[in-house]
């Protein structure tokens, strides 16, 4: 379960298109999962929230603190989950413009996450930390809309890579809401664990 813990940890870093020097982020998210072993198969679900700062200096390095919170369901079981992330990177490309350019952004994190089962009356604890590589990149499209791909790896190789996509459209001058979609398939000791993620939330500029 701890594999398990550390993909959903992962899949729910809020993949957006932060395009400012400062960004505050808030997210709903909406979980799929399942869960195989033995040839039988146990499907679920979760949703969750996550709230996520980033800062990018002159110099092009990079910061990220984010904080996640999901629970829901795995078959007859119920699970939650709580997760901190912080992370530094460095923006190997920035040339964004108003309507066009991209920026290429290659970090490290370090996430700690405490979880808890429930099933049958008997609830089972777990902790751990998972240390990640992450590349994002993000594109223009136009004045108003742009697009992102991040990859997220973990150090350990508890769990598989962690592929992202989003699109971003900008409603004020400083907001604008995104949608992104993200998916991993983890298998340890013989448990194949699939999730598939949707994200919808919002980011305002400083």
């Known amino acids: ?37 033995g040839g039988a198969t146990v499907s679920g679900d979760g949703t969750g929230f996550t709230s996520q ?3 990018l200096m002159d110099n092009g390095i990079g910061f990220l603190g984010s904080y996640s919170s999901m629970n829901g369901e795995i078959g007859t079981a119920t699970w939650s989950l709580t997760s901190t992330t912080l992370g530094i990177g460095y923006a190997a490309v920035d040339n964004l413009t108003g309507g066009s350019g991209a920026r290429v952004i290659a970090g490290l994190g370090y996430t700690l996450f405490d979880g808890e089962v429930s099933a049958n009356g008997t609830k089972t604890k777990t902790d751990g930390n998972s240390k990640l590589a992450v590349v994002d990149v993000t594109g223009r499209l136009n004045e108003t809309i742009s697009v992102s791909a991040g990859l997220q790896a973990d150090l350990e190789g508890d769990v598989d890579p962690v592929f992202g996509v989003a699109i971003n459209y900008d409603i004020t001058d400083n907001g604008s809401m ?29």
């Open 1 to 37: 379960m701890k594999s398990t813990y550390a993909a959903i940890t992962t899949l729910v870093l809020t993949t957006s298109s932060a395009l400012a020097d400062t960004d505050f982020t808030i997210a709903l998210q909406s979980l799929d999962a399942s869960i195989t072993f």
């Open 178 to 206: 995104f949608v992104g979609y993200s998916s991993n398939s983890t298998t340890d000791t013989g448990v194949t664990t699939k999730l598939t993620g949707w994200t919808i939330g919002w980011s305002n500029s400083f």
């Open 53 to 55: 700062f980033t800062h």
